[in-house]
């Protein structure tokens, strides 16, 4: 998927997730509150707003590995590997498709040479996978930061807890999402891969049987 629009991916995997750690760990840490932070926002100039952008794709970029890795670590032992998930499930429906082997990088390839026009719809996909799996590390970082902050200064505000713990369950919620969104972009470049090998298989043995006829 390196061939990936690059605005689209930039967007979605590290200026929006990377916006969204820098306001959640200023909330988390006490180093902002919501009417210093709306105050803020209301201040900003273009030149503000372009450094703010900026600082968003590098913290995004810095901590997207982390990201991959927290996911990883959740959906590996749950689910197992989305490649094979979405090849075995394909093969069940497709048990006559010459497919052999799941290798996403060949088939996007493949799918953009063939059919550029499918590609748009497995790269929003995959984006909005992106997106889910960083925003996913910004809420785990935003809640366990809170949650640790408030036992050390011995909060006794169960709500404030309450708000920890939804962030946590939020930043579960989108490791799914997340492998969802990366489920259907692979999902359709396989679909797309199938329909296009499967004309081209049946193209070749009318040719070969026009042939042998003549």
């Known amino acids: ?16 997730p990377g916006i969204a750690i820098i306001i959640f760990m200023g909330l988390a840490l006490n180093v902002v509150d ?31 590995g982390l990201a991959i890795r927290y996911v990883s670590l959740i959906l590996d032992r749950m689910r197992g590997d989305l490649g094979n998930r979405v090849f075995t499930k394909f093969s069940e429906i497709h048990p006559e498709a010459k497919v052999k082997n799941f290798d996403i990088n060949y088939i996007y390839s493949f799918v953009a040479v063939n059919s550029p026009d499918s590609i748009e719809k497995a790269d929003t996909f995959f984006a909005l996978g992106s997106l889910a799996r960083n925003l996913s590390f910004a809420f785990l970082l ?8 408030y036992i050390i200064l011995g909060n006794t505000i169960l709500w404030f807890y309450g708000i920890s713990m939804l962030a946590i369950l939020l930043s579960i919620y989108l490791v799914f999402q997340a492998d969802n969104f ?21 193209s070749n043995e009318s040719k070969n049987r026009v042939k042998r006829k003549s």
């Open 1 to 16: 998927m390196s061939q990936i629009r690059l605005g689209l991916f930039d967007l979605f995997s590290y200026i929006i």
């Open 34 to 64: 919501i009417v210093q932070l709306q105050a803020l926002v209301s201040g900003l100039t273009l030149v503000s707003s372009i450094a703010y952008i900026f600082l968003g794709y590098v913290v995004g970029f810095i901590t997207e």
């Open 142 to 149: 935003f809640g366990a930061t809170s949650l640790v902050r």
């Open 182 to 202: 990366r489920g259907r972009s692979h999902r359709h470049l396989l679909n797309i891969y199938y329909v296009i090998t499967e004309a081209t298989i049946k």
